[in-house]
């Protein structure tokens, strides 16, 4: 399962960017065919209106396409059982989801903002505000995006509920701190794992990969002989630092997790074919803070998988090709 901060719609949740770029709200409304304000999904309670669903539709749509080749996917060719505009549709309809279970969270457990929370709101628009050219120029730009001030401001103070969710988390007495140990042993039956990794690549990559991990099993302290080779690494040399990751995730390749999920803390893997490249992995004691983080979204993704989610006819029976197919052409008629 992925990091929230990067799932929402690359995720991040999307939810620490969201506040400049995105699409959705009245172009995605005007290429449904739909008001704003109509509710289109509900998550135990909490009705979710057009603006909002279709922003995730069209992101979901957008971050589909740029994965594809050429013009973008077929709509309704077949992905995995699911044609990929129900996939896309899903995809929005789980990330609708995931907000609203941190506001309906945030309620039940008197998360609010802040003062501190609002300052950086608003530190974080004239921001935007400043780099857009002006108020007029951000406005206009938010619009044919398709975000409305209103809109992105919101989005923006969910992330802030759920950094104060995460801390409340890791308040000892509070409703959501695990007992102790729960942490440790759910780490352990997800397969969490803590680690350093470099990457080689171009040409000679695995001869030098060979070398490099001479080099760094030569001494006896592994940390060390890390950073200094990260010190003198050529360009083709990428060196990541203590990633913690579960099978999964898009931090590391698949290979690469499953290799130094087979080491001992201290050890380097052999070199292995991934991203592109060769890889050394060296496994790290487990990093009980990133472990607690993960424990955390686990429990706020499968409390949005196990919601009670009444989805409308209207976003059920909505044609994603045609509905993107149209947004393609507002946007192009109206270019921020």
């Known amino acids: 399962m992925k990091k929230i901060a990067a799932l929402l719609l690359a995720l991040p949740l999307l939810l620490a960017g969201c506040a400049a770029g995105g699409a959705g709200g009245t172009l995605c409304c005007r290429a449904a065919g739909a008001e704003p304000s109509e509710v289109l999904i509900t998550v135990d309670g909490r009705e979710l209106t057009a603006d909002r669903c279709l922003y995730w ?14 013009a973008g996917p077929d709509w309704d060719a077949d992905r995995d059982g699911a044609s990929w505009g129900d996939y896309a549709r899903q995809y929005a309809a789980d990330t609708a989801a995931l907000y609203a279970t941190i506001e309906n969270w945030a309620r039940r457990y008197g998360c609010t903002l802040t003062d501190g929370d609002e300052a950086a709101l ?31 401001r919101q989005l923006s103070a969910d992330y802030r509920l759920y950094l104060a969710l995460r801390a409340l988390a890791e308040t000892e007495g509070s409703p959501l701190c695990p ?5 440790e042993r759910w780490a352990a039956s997800a397969g969490l794992v803590t680690a350093d990794a470099i990457t080689l690549t171009g040409d000679g990559a695995e001869k030098r990969a060979a070398a490099l991990r001479s080099r760094l099993t030569a001494g006896k ?14 360009a083709q040399e990428r060196f990541q630092a203590a990633i913690t990751v579960l099978p ?25 074919a991934a991203d592109g490249g060769i890889m050394l992995l060296l496994r790290l004691p487990a990093d009980s803070r990133a472990a607690a983080e993960r424990r955390f979204d686990d429990q706020l993704q499968a409390a949005a998988k196990d919601a009670g989610v009444v989805i409308a006819e209207r976003y059920r029976q909505l044609d994603v090709g045609a509905f993107y197919e149209k947004l393609t052409k507002i946007r192009a008629a109206n270019p921020s």
């Open 122 to 152: 608003d530190e974080a628009r004239s921001g935007d505000v400043r780099r857009a050219g002006g108020e007029k120029a951000y406005a206009a730009a938010l619009a044919a995006q398709g975000l409305t001030p209103a809109l992105a």
């Open 179 to 183: 007992a102790p140990g729960e942490t």
């Open 221 to 234: 302290d592994p940390a060390a002989a890390f950073a200094a080779e990260q010190a003198a690494a050529p």
């Open 248 to 272: 999964g995730d898009d931090a590391l390749p698949e290979a690469a997790i499953s290799a130094a999920a087979a080491l001992k803390e201290g050890q380097w893997s052999p070199p292995v």
């Open 57 to 70: 539709l069209a992101a979901a749509c957008d971050a589909l396409t740029r994965q594809a080749a050429g």
